[in-house]
């Protein structure tokens, strides 16, 4: 049973096309994340939630725009693909919350977006 | 704004050698945590460091965090082809819910 599992694995699209990836974690943990991982293996943290709310948004284009139905969703909606968007979206979960420690963080297996 | 950095950002050993990855931070850590991922697949943890100068043995995998808590490093001794990956450190901002990784360093096997 998977902990954080994220949908689709892979995805290849247009230029300007629109776009969503969908996470779900069964942890019962309060936090969740997006992490874009580039080419060169950098992770760049995009955005945090905790309990559905937004906590972090590390100057993300507003053309990506994150969504958390319950505190164990989160998807990434992403407008007007452009080619340097291309790159691994992974999403993650830790049980830490506003005022403690961020926990070890459970990434899920990751989503490969490929732009054309 | 903040930066950690890791150095070698690549290793090449031969099987059987030792590895080691340093993490620098230009400010005080509150913690450091871990993470190995494998080619193709996802980060998963493996240790949190919290205290000065505290020093973690995982088997062959032995985690550093300096007295100042501004760096940290991984060794692993007598390397195997299960060690090929990335080995990221990140560091665990107390309050501010994010964890902010290091440049990586990839480890590759040379059987």
């Known amino acids: 049973d998977t902990a954080v599992s994220q949908t689709p694995k892979y995805l290849v699209t247009q230029m300007g096309n629109d776009k969503s990836i969908k996470c779900e974690q069964n942890?019962?943990?309060?936090?969740m994340y997006w992490y874009k991982q580039d080419s060169k293996k950098f992770l760049k943290i995009m955005f945090s939630?905790?309990?559905?709310?937004?906590?972090i948004n590390e100057t993300v284009p507003n053309r990506f725009s994150p969504k958390s139905p319950d505190k164990a969703h989160l998807n990434l909606h992403i407008n007007s693909l452009e080619l340097g968007d291309s790159a691994v979206y992974f999403c993650?979960?830790?049980?830490?919350?506003?005022?403690?420690?961020?926990?070890?963080?459970?990434f899920g297996e990751g989503s490969r977006l490929t732009v054309l | 704004g903040q930066q950690v950095m890791q150095i070698p950002q690549y290793q090449h050993v031969q099987e059987g050698e030792d590895f080691t990855t340093y993490c620098n931070s230009s400010?005080?850590?509150?913690?450091i945590q871990w993470y190995k991922q494998r080619p193709g697949g996802h980060p998963v943890f493996l240790i949190q460091?919290?205290?000065?100068?505290e020093v973690k043995k995982q088997k062959r995998l032995t985690f550093q965090f300096g007295e100042a808590k501004k760096n940290s490093s991984l060794h692993i001794t007598a390397t195997q082809t299960t060690d090929v990956g990335t080995y990221f450190c990140?560091?665990?901002?107390?309050?501010?819910?994010?964890?902010?990784f290091g440049t990586g360093t990839r480890l590759t096997i040379i059987p």
């Open positions: 460091l919290v205290k000065s100068g």
């Open positions: 939630y905790n309990n559905k709310e937004l906590i």
């Open positions: 993650a979960s830790s049980q830490g919350g506003r005022v403690a420690n961020t926990g070890e963080l459970f």
């Open positions: 400010t005080t850590l509150s913690n």
């Open positions: 942890l019962g943990h309060d936090t």
């Open positions: 990140a560091d665990g901002n107390f309050g501010n819910e994010k964890l902010t």
